[in-house]
């Protein structure tokens, strides 16, 4: 390795603990989330430079991208509750959680053991007995999804994937229980009505769209899948909603809800319909990978850009005035 | 002989990209007001990515991708434009005054 690659490598690694640090010392909450952003991306060009273009993709669209604007959005939401009505401009939220030396120690003591034993076994892995990287190999050459990541998670990861889907269906259903109003009217006046914020989305959607499908089919071959496809349209579907272009008629009716649901309802009803055929549950009948595979993630794709989206449609309740 | 002026050329549009993001960066923490740290950061993007585009696009040897490269700086314009005119006008509708020289 070079040693301009060594240098960045550092660096990246450098940051990490630090930017990880900073984030969770800042009072500020939008400091926070800003610091959170910067993370995810110093975190993708980690996993860029580990050569996994796959997580890479995904923690950039998911982790910094999404996320950061479901933070970015809720301090927006929380700054204006504590604003009121009055002319004052709101004050930036800030985290007001006591932090005394015992509550650090009930934190830092079994972080630190975890990080310990973590390292511990890495270092002390016995030298693995059965070469799984050549098996995977050769199966992925029998298999008819020829992205090793794509095949990997497919082939044998299934249950992976498939409580990934279920986890973010819950955490869509704990939103909407959360009795968070609906986001409608929340955008400022001048960027709502803005015609170069509403030029901006006309450009962007086609393009956004034909990435997100090309994401979802690039996924069998080369890095891609359901996951990074599904954030890209979910994006498009946050800016919409955002700039009210979708909330109106994106309520909680139950074609939504069957759209957020669709993707795990598909994913268990091929998974038992393979049990039924070959014996185990996910465990594909052989001949049928491929388009039970793509079926899978077109349909994961649909549910994950849904549920995205519908995560943007709520913001937190206005404060109740109590004495001020 | 072509092969190494296309490296000086890259070498050149590469560090003159980056010469653009640090002007930016020290722009952006130098500044006085939201205004002038938007105006700092939207050279950087535009010109700073550009040229490291341009120096990268002549190194790639496939159309294809220095097309998509391209394309990429292109989005990054209309975006960064974008958002550059979203945050001053909500900043200036917010009341944030524009800085003045004593």
Same mark, same amino acid.
């Given at each position: ?22 984030? &969770? ?5 939008y ?24 997580i ?9 991208g999404?996320?950061?604007?479901l ?10 509750r504590? *604003? ?25 003591? %079994?972080?630190?053991?975890?990080a ?5 076994a ?5 030298? +693995? ?26 082939? $044998?990861?299934? $249950?992976d994937?498939? &409580? ?8 869509? &259903?704990?939103?909407?229980?959360? /009795? ?7 955008? %400022? ?11 901006f ?12 499908? $090309? =994401? =979802? ?6 890095? /891609? ?22 909330? +109106?008629?994106l /309520?909680? *009716? ?13 994913? &268990? ?14 465990? $594909? ?22 549920t995205?989206?519908a ?5 937190? +309740? ?7 | ?12 549009? !590469? ?9 930016? @960066? ?9 205004? @002038?740290?938007?105006?700092?950061? @939207?050279?950087?993007?535009n ?6 585009? !341009? ?7 496939? !159309? ?33 005054? !524009?800085?003045r020289?004593?």
């Amino acid at each position: 390795m070079s040693f301009a690659g060594l240098a960045l490598d550092g660096l990246l690694a450098l940051s990490l603990p630090i930017l990880a640090w900073r984030t &969770l010392a800042a009072r500020d909450l939008y400091r926070a989330a800003i610091l959170f952003i910067t993370f995810g991306v110093i975190l993708a060009l980690a996993w860029a430079r580990l050569g996994a273009p796959d997580i890479a993709l995904a923690e950039a669209a998911i982790g910094a991208g999404i996320t950061g604007a479901l933070l970015l959005n809720t301090v927006g939401g929380l700054s204006r509750r504590n *604003g009121g009505d009055d002319d004052e401009r709101p004050d930036e939220p800030t985290d007001r959680v006591g932090r005394p030396w015992t509550t650090r120690l009930a934190v830092a003591i %079994p972080v630190t053991i975890l990080a310990v034993g973590l390292g511990w076994a890495v270092l002390s892995l016995p030298a +693995p007995t059965v070469d799984m990287p050549s098996l995977v190999g050769e199966a992925i050459a029998e298999g008819e999804v020829s992205h090793p990541i794509t095949a990997v998670l497919l082939d $044998y990861r299934s $249950y992976d994937t498939f &409580l990934e889907i279920g986890v973010l269906l819950l955490a869509a &259903l704990c939103v909407w229980s959360l /009795g968070l109003s609906a986001v409608r009217g929340e955008a %400022p006046e001048a960027v709502a009505k803005s015609p170069v914020l509403a030029g901006f989305v006309r450009l962007l959607a086609p393009a956004m769209v034909v990435s997100g499908v $090309y =994401l =979802l089919w690039a996924g069998t071959s080369q890095p /891609g899948g359901a996951f990074q496809a599904g954030a890209v349209l979910g994006a498009l579907g946050v800016v919409m909603v955002l700039t009210g272009l979708l909330a +109106p008629s994106l /309520g909680r *009716g139950s074609i939504i809800r069957a759209g957020l649901a669709l993707g795990f309802s598909v994913f &268990l009803l091929v998974g038992v319909a393979a049990m039924l055929a070959t014996g185990g549950f996910l465990e $594909y009948p052989a001949g049928f990978e491929y388009g039970l595979i793509l079926a899978i993630e077109f349909f994961l794709t649909f549910s994950i850009a849904l549920t995205l989206t519908a995560l943007f449609t709520t913001v937190p +309740p206005r404060e109740k005035k109590e004495g001020a | 002989m072509i092969s190494s002026l296309v490296n000086i050329a890259s070498i050149l549009f !590469v560090v003159a990209g980056a010469f653009f993001f640090l002007a930016g @960066t020290v722009g952006l923490l130098r500044f006085p007001d939201v205004y @002038t740290r938007l105006h700092s950061l @939207t050279k950087a993007d535009n010109t700073g990515l550009g040229l490291v585009v !341009v120096g990268l696009a002549i190194q790639s040897g496939s !159309v294809l991708a220095a097309l998509k490269m391209i394309l990429a700086w292109l989005f990054v314009l209309v975006s960064g434009a974008t958002a550059a005119h979203l945050i001053s006008t909500t900043a200036l509708k917010g009341g944030i005054r !524009v800085w003045r020289k004593e």
